[in-house]
């Protein structure tokens, strides 16, 4: 008997069909003699529609009255936006029941998994198991509203967007679970975005540090919150999909520590991200101190630095800088320069939001060499260029313009030959 | 400074807009330096679709397995309805703020307001004060969700159908209100419906036992339960609309303990309910304990026998009965005495659901004469029959056939001068 923790993001419990899909796959776990808890999210759609109720009303002034003043409302988004798990956990209880399978719904407070008080974007703290246990003696299925917890206040909170796998692997964690599965719509991790490359293969296995680096890169089957947790507790993940036909092989991509396998290929994905944008700060003086003066003025605004380079401008004692930020932060980036310009020193400054970084990644570049090489003599054989280069133990990432990202996408896919097994 | 608890219905809520127009009803009442309690019932419209949900998997009968094999799921249905007042109350609490009031939205197990077990449709048992209170001595107004509270099981339990009514006046009782105010989609207690006599007055005032009744008889402003709740504990109710104009007289009616001005009326309303239905037991041995067994098959089969009469027959040592039961019970209770038939001993069964129960209601009754004489005198005139009479000390009910209802309302508001003040 093995314990697992069953995880269902908002596609797959979408609608009453899917809901009673879903409890067939929980059905057949329970049937196999494993205890099981599941995670669900809200209904798609569902939480989109309670956070519009929200910002209609946090947009109104009335009476001269204007946001700070009455104070943030992150609380109350929180027990709002927290009742589409809500329904789902219920919804998925009553269809379990009625398939012959015990089963109750827990909401996060009647766990209780405890957070602080950042109210819209909760860490958890601690998770209690005992009340959990005692309902698996009973052999009920543990159905838990994801998402959700309570802070030191009493009341609800939320983890932020996409907290339902960080749900999911905490309480694998808490639980001791053998297992944390994650059903999604697609049915495993691949080499690439396959709607790019018709030929990314799904990978069998993957390595933490992997699935760290290509979450964090923009590949986005997986949070990376979630990724770090598992990797921390030594939680095997596996990826699966809840679209699966009957009867169909549904092996997925297991996420875990690396083994001998994953360290002989070089290369394990591709991954690319169009949420950059890139800054170029001319002719700053060339002095120390000036770039740590740069990130001050950037953090200080709360935006955070990617991808950053120097170069040597012709002019004398004068470099450019240039540096990548989110594409939505960017505006405040830019903002904030020009605040500082007569402080940090420099000429002008030029910003570019069509820029996508692509990166490589793969635990094997750590005992091979001419891995870069490769890289680079790939993208200037069709042409494209690299504005700013980043690069750790297992990944390396370029800037490109966004114009070639698929184009630079197939190039690597095929020159470490990710299509063959 | 008074403390006051004000409840707004499904349709006060239905949207946007009107919780915007909530929140000011509510911000006028604190800048008049009241403390205020709100309770909420769910945005119209959201409940019939939680429970669409429910219904629909509560349904399913997968691999043999039946409701019975699965267990009951309403404490599943609790969680998942109770979501509804849970969202009202957040967005209630935005809107407040965005208006400059301080404003806080609590949830039944926040409270706690706890109830017994008997999800979906909990009795109240106690009510903590202890928390609310310190809210208001910091100046907040609690937005409190309706219609739900903690079982001593954890979990989340409703109070039944129109229990939001209820909530708010145990509230108000528990935090020793001055009044509990209840905004609807009416104006006030009016001495019929509206619908049926256009001269119908709204009363300034009226008697709880006088409320009582007329919930019990059919009108549909107040819930019966509230209405015992606050005559028990003399909290004064008052019942207003809350889709006044703008700077219009909107005084409501209040209801509470009688006093002369409403000792002097004679009859206060006429009430009516389409509700009911009438059998017939042909030749029922006239013998003691006949009309007990009766009775006793009715409660056995969960059926109330509301209205009930005996009739001499022509044959000997014989009588027909006549009694009414809900419409919606009328099947159950034929079947029900059709198998009990040799046991009870009668020749045959009428049953007819084409019947209305028209109602006169007023304290004034007690202490007046004639007052049935006019009733029966107005009814004779339009020639319309009377099939079962039922009084108390306050109130006289006939049975009629439906046909005529309208014209019985008219001709006994009418009779009782009830358009003059």
């Known amino acids: 008997m093995a314990r697992i923790v069953m995880k269902f993001g908002g596609t797959s419990v979408a609608n009453l069909e899917r809901i009673r899909r879903v409890a067939d796959l929980v059905a057949a776990e329970v049937a196999n003699g494993n205890e099981v808890a599941v995670v669900v999210s809200a209904m798609s759609g569902e939480t989109n529609r309670l956070v519009g109720f929200v910002d209609a009303l946090d947009a109104d002034r009335v009476n001269g009255h204007n946001q700070s003043m009455g104070g943030p409302i992150e609380d109350e988004y929180d027990a709002i936006v927290s009742s589409g798990e809500q329904v789902t956990s219920g919804l998925l209880a009553i269809a379990l029941r009625r398939r ?4 109750r719904s827990w909401l996060g407070w009647q766990i209780p998994l405890r957070t602080d008080m950042a109210h819209s974007s909760a860490r958890i703290e601690s998770i209690e198991d005992t009340k959990m246990n005692e309902a698996f003696s009973e052999g009920k299925v543990a159905v838990v509203a994801g998402f959700q917890g309570i802070s030191d206040d009493g009341r609800i909170s939320t983890l932020g967007r996409g ?4 749900s999911a692997v905490a309480l694998a964690v808490a639980l001791k679970a053998d297992r944390c599965d994650i059903y999604t719509d697609v049915d495993g991790i691949y080499t690439t975005d396959p709607r790019i490359v018709p030929e990314a293969r799904r990978l069998n296995r993957i390595a933490f540090e992997e699935m760290l680096e290509l979450a964090s890169l923009g590949a986005k089957v997986l949070q990376v919150r979630s990724v770090e947790l598992a990797m921390n507790n030594n939680l095997p993940i596996r ?7 009957d009867g169909a092989d549904n ?3 297991l996420v875990c520590h690396e083994d001998e396998t994953m360290e002989e ?3 394990s994905g591709v991954a690319y991200s169009r949420d950059e944008a890139q800054i170029t700060i001319l002719q700053l003086e060339d002095t120390p101190g000036m770039v740590a003066k740069v990130c001050k003025t950037m953090s200080d605004a709360n935006v955070i630095v990617d991808m950053i380079v120097q170069s040597i401008s012709r ?5 450019n800088l240039t540096f990548t930020v989110g594409k939505r932060d960017l505006e405040k980036a830019v903002t904030a320069l020009e605040a500082a310009k007569s402080d940090i020193g420099f000429e002008g400054l030029k910003s570019d939001s069509n820029v996508t970084k692509v990166s490589i990644v ?3 570049m750590r005992s091979h060499t001419g891995v870069a090489q490769t890289m680079f003599e790939a993208l200037a054989e069709r042409g494209i260029n690299v504005e700013v280069i980043a690069t750790s133990e297992i990944k390396i990432s370029v800037l490109i313009n966004a114009e070639y990202t698929e184009l630079a996408v197939r190039a690597l896919h095929s020159a470490f030959e990710l299509e063959v097994g």
């Open 100 to 103: 012959g399978v015990k089963a």
């Open 163 to 166: 907290g339902s796998d960080t």
């Open 239 to 245: 990826v699966l999909t809840s679209f699966a036909k």
């Open 251 to 253: 092996p997925g991509t």
């Open 265 to 267: 290929r070089i290369v």
């Open 315 to 319: 002019s004398d004692n004068a470099a």
């Open 362 to 364: 793969g635990i094997g």
